[in-house]
């Protein structure tokens, strides 16, 4: 059973459209996360949701909206996709926010051309 | 500013070499955290520490938090290629966010 996933794995558009990935984690965690991996392997916090509540908004386009239907779901949708937005985007989780260890899905490979 | 440093960016080396890693802070850390990502795969935690001056092993690799619990280490033995990875260490300021260092990635050579 797969803890943390992700879907769509590939995702290849084209500029100016508009595309959403959705998480799910059967741990039963509080807590989940996104996070964006650029070429050069930098890992940056996006969003955190506690209880499907946002606690983490770090410097991201507003084209970037996560939701929250329940704790066990995170989903990030992207509105007119740019070519800087091409990234390895993770969702995770952790049992609390804070210091917990953070549990990642596969990632979904983002490519805008 | 809240900000980490982890060095170096590229390790090669030998199989059988020993590797280390190094995270480095200006500001006093609450914990640091490790993980491991294998090429095209996502993040592993590997260990949490959180004492100052602590140790800890996980059969070859080795954990350091330093006594001003502003750095840390990670140290392989004798690499073997399943080592073959970026490891990255996460540092708590305090918040409820880790920070994730630049990372350092490993490749072995046979």
Not at chain 1, 26 to 32: A, I, K, P, R, Y
Request: hydrophobic residues 30%; proline residues 4%; charged residues 20%.
């Amino acid at each position: 059973d797969t803890a943390v996933s992700q879907t769509p794995k590939y995702l290849v558009t084209q500029m100016g459209n508009d595309k959403s990935i959705k998480c799910e984690q059967n741990l039963g965690h509080d807590t989940m996360y996104w996070y964006k991996q650029d070429s050069k392997k930098f890992l940056k916090i996006m969003f955190s949701y506690n209880n499907k509540e946002l606690i983490i908004n770090e410097t991201v386009p507003n084209r970037f909206s996560p939701k929250s239907p329940d704790k066990a779901h995170l989903n990030l949708h992207i509105n007119s996709l740019e070519l800087g937005d091409s990234a390895v985007y993770f969702c995770a989780s952790s049992l609390r926010a804070g210091v917990e260890t953070q549990y990642f899905g596969p990632g979904t490979r983002l490519l805008v051309l | 500013g809240q900000q980490v440093m982890q060095i170096p960016q590229y390790q090669h080396v030998q199989e059988g070499e020993d590797f280390t890693t190094y995270c480095n802070s200006s500001t006093t850390l609450s914990n640091i955290q490790w993980y491991k990502q294998r090429p095209g795969g996502h993040p592993v935690f590997l260990i949490q520490l959180v004492k100052s001056g602590e140790v800890k092993k996980q059969k070859r690799l080795t954990f350091q938090f330093g006594e001003a619990k502003k750095n840390s280490s990670l140290h392989i033995t004798a690499t073997q290629t399943t080592d073959v990875g970026t490891y990255f260490c996460a540092p708590n300021f305090g918040n409820e966010k880790l920070t994730f260092g630049t990372g350092t990635r490993l490749t072995i050579i046979p």
